[in-house]
């Protein structure tokens, strides 16, 4: 029987012990030592790096069960095997999944022994091979003990064996990151579930470490509802404390959460889902006879929450960066495209053509670090893959002449993440660098990296977290200085989230801002989307501000990016409501086009009283005097509220 067939088996016998074994009550059954309660294959943990040339995927075999404890009585254990591994019948690897104290072994399996001296690679059976071909998917860091590399090829075939060993040592070098694990789950500070589709059936399983270490464990076939119900009844994830202080403040699991890919209609924007994606019928509609866009707001709107079929990105980003104009005709475009064509070689010709002293400053200050930086950018996307890439000798172009052309800002590490999803959209040199230009001038989230710059966005977020997420904000408050600079969302900041979120999720953040709908700082509530729905670890461990990094820093490439843009929206729409908005918010409010309060509706101001400069507000708010209770408080009274206009 292979093992699929039999690690089933004892699954279905011993998940109606499960309730009876976590109760803990005398009358129930006791409980085998190596009892499995769950078995699932094909999940996988994605690396925050895929290596470069490895295959997209790479799957594995995960298991529950119990154990026994001295302490808790008994415990889950969380193992999982990489199906490379298992297909090669690695003992050491299947006594993770398969204890020896377990009722399914029986006796060390010789199938991997009678393979290897017959001189015959081991060949799955159909139910292995249906399980490991079912899906194949990226999995992520875990360190992995001595591989078994006793394969055979066929020596009449150079170029076969050649290719068939490389590619066995990419499975060598991945199992490296991705190999064998296992954990104690009593021992473990949370466990959350994050459902990802609709039925709830697929998704992402965190476990978190008390020393904030995570394994994301990805089901994307299903299977984690079944996961969700094991964990709903057992003990230590029901329970927050046992009887014995000492042992729950060092054993049990602290936090279990379940996370539903669908927000209340309390917290979802009222016109969400009434939108689909631009594409290439959708556009053209847009367009009139002279290819100009007409009702601009409207094609805004629908790109706020439909995004843009990846076919027509190319001809629509350059609008939305302002490289072309809606009002434009298509011969003027076409015009406009080789004036900046001419404007660009001149750009190029003046970098080319330094002194050697200016070329030795240029390269001190700019060239070495773009040097550096284009060579490891985006290299998993095929566009920019392998040696000697034109289109990677592009992006450095671009970048060197982006310097030449705005000497100011120059280059800054990040630049490259920033170039390179444009490039590989528009597909040509000269329209990426304007484009580009447009997007640093334009794109309030990506402009110079200056402190100052960095310390408006963070005052803006600290505001809003005040409003919408009172407790997060309290917790940033009880850290003191540290806990205000939120460290953690620098880099959501300046690199657009695209370190955070897979290409697709991260462009189609992009495209949310980019079209400046209501406000030009939508990657603000983008931000608070992700405290919002991710930062519940934070406040009920009270994490530090060093943990706090490495709560979401774990977390990257490992959330859901629709349900934090469907979250942004509700939050946007919920900002638009508020009876009153606090002047330090003012500038959110002002935006290059239609503003944020069209239809009429105008709030009121609350001044804060935080101008050291200037004794009144400057944007019309005063400060009444405080009231002879507060005053006795030593604290300030109720501020006065007047109604500010905004306009265009």
């Known amino acids: 029987m292979s093992l699929g067939r039999l690690l089933r088996r004892a699954s279905s016998k011993a998940s109606d012990l499960l309730t009876l074994n976590s109760s803990g009550s005398s009358g129930s059954p ?33 298991c529950l069960y119990m154990e026994k404890d001295e302490l808790l009585g ?41 393979a290897q001296g017959s001189g015959e690679p081991h060949q799955p059976s159909p139910v292995e091979q249906r ?62 579930l994050f459902f990802s589709d609709e039925a709830c059936t697929s998704g992402q399983l965190v476990v978190a470490s008390r020393e904030s270490q995570y394994k994301v464990f990805h089901f994307h076939h299903g299977g984690l509802d079944k996961l969700s119900e094991v964990f709903q ?10 009887k014995d202080q000492q042992v729950s403040n060092e054993k049990t699991c602290m936090q279990f959460s379940i996370r539903r890919p669908k927000l209340p209609s309390s917290e979802t924007h009222p016109e969400e889902n009434m939108y689909k994606k631009l594409d290439v019928s959708t556009w053209l509609n847009h367009l009139n006879e002279s290819g100009q866009v007409e009702e601009e707001y409207k094609l805004r709107k629908a790109i706020f929450f439909g995004g843009i079929d990846v076919s027509i990105r190319g001809e629509v980003w350059p609008f939305l960066l302002r490289y072309y104009s809606h009002e434009s005709t ?37 060239q070495f670090t773009v040097d550096k930086d284009v060579v490891r950018t985006d290299r998993s996307n095929q566009f920019f893959r392998g040696e000697d890439n034109p289109n990677v000798e592009s992006m450095r172009r671009i970048l060197l002449n982006y310097a030449v052309y705005n000497p100011t800002i120059g280059y800054s590490q990040g630049m490259s993440d920033l170039v390179a999803p444009i490039l590989a959209e528009v597909l040509d040199e000269s329209d990426t660098f304007w484009c580009f230009v447009g ?114 820093g774990n977390l990257a490439m490992h959330m859901n990016g629709e349900l934090v843009l469907r979250k942004a929206r509700s939050l946007l729409y919920q900002f638009r409501l508020l009876p009153r908005i606090p002047c330090s918010l003012h500038d959110l409010c002002k935006l290059c086009g239609t503003g944020m309060w069209d239809s009429g509706y105008i709030p009121a101001v609350e001044c804060t009283g935080h101008h050291p ?10 400060v009444e005097a405080p009231s002879p209770k507060s005053a006795s408080e030593g604290k300030k009274g109720p501020k006065t509220r007047e109604v500010f206009s905004f306009r265009k």
């Open 30 to 62: 006791s409980v085998l030592d190596g009892e499995i309660i769950y078995s699932k294959n094909n999940v996988c943990v994605h690396p925050l790096q895929v290596l470069q040339g490895l295959g997209e995927h790479h799957p594995g075999y995960l």
């Open 439 to 552: 997007l640093m001038q334009n794109t309030i989230f990506v402009s110079s990296p200056r402190d100052e710059d960095m310390e408006k966005q963070l005052l803006y977020l600290r505001e809003l977290l005040r409003l919408t997420h009172l407790r997060f904000y309290q917790h940033l408050v009880s850290l003191g200085e540290d806990g205000l600079q939120m460290l953690f969302c620098h880099r959501w900041i300046l690199l657009c989230f695209k370190r955070e979120f897979p290409d697709a999720e991260a462009l189609r953040m992009w495209e949310a801002c980019w079209a400046h709908y209501q406000t030009d700082y939508f990657h603000l509530f983008i931000c608070v989307a992700i405290v919002v729905i991710y930062g519940d670890d934070v406040i009920e461990q009270q994490l530090a501000t060093d943990q706090m990094l490495l709560h979401f």
């Open 131 to 192: 399980e490991t071909c079912d899906n194949h998917m990226t999995c992520s860091t875990s360190s992995t003990s001595s591989l078994d590399t006793n394969l055979q090829f066929p020596e009449n075939s150079g170029q076969l064996q050649n290719s068939k060993w490389d590619e066995q040592q990419k499975v060598f070098a991945l199992e490296q990151i991705c190999g064998v694990f296992r954990v104690d789950l009593g021992q473990m500070r949370s466990l959350r």
């Open 74 to 114: 008994t415990t889950l254990i969380l193992a999982w095997v990489p199906n490379s591994r298992i297909q090669r019948q690695d003992e050491e690897a299947l006594r993770y999944i398969t204890p020896e104290s377990s009722p399914v072994r029986k006796a060390p399996s010789k199938r991997g022994r009678h």
């Open 330 to 366: 298509s011969e003027e475009r076409e015009a406009l495209r080789a004036q900046k064509r001419r404007e660009y070689s001149e750009i190029q010709q003046k970098r080319l053509s330094m002194t050697p002293e200016e070329q030795r400053e240029f390269w001190r200050h700019v």
């Open 613 to 622: 400069e200037s004794e009144s507000c400057p944007y019309g708010g005063t």
């Open 233 to 242: 009844q057992w003990k230590h994830c029901t329970e927050t404390h046992l």
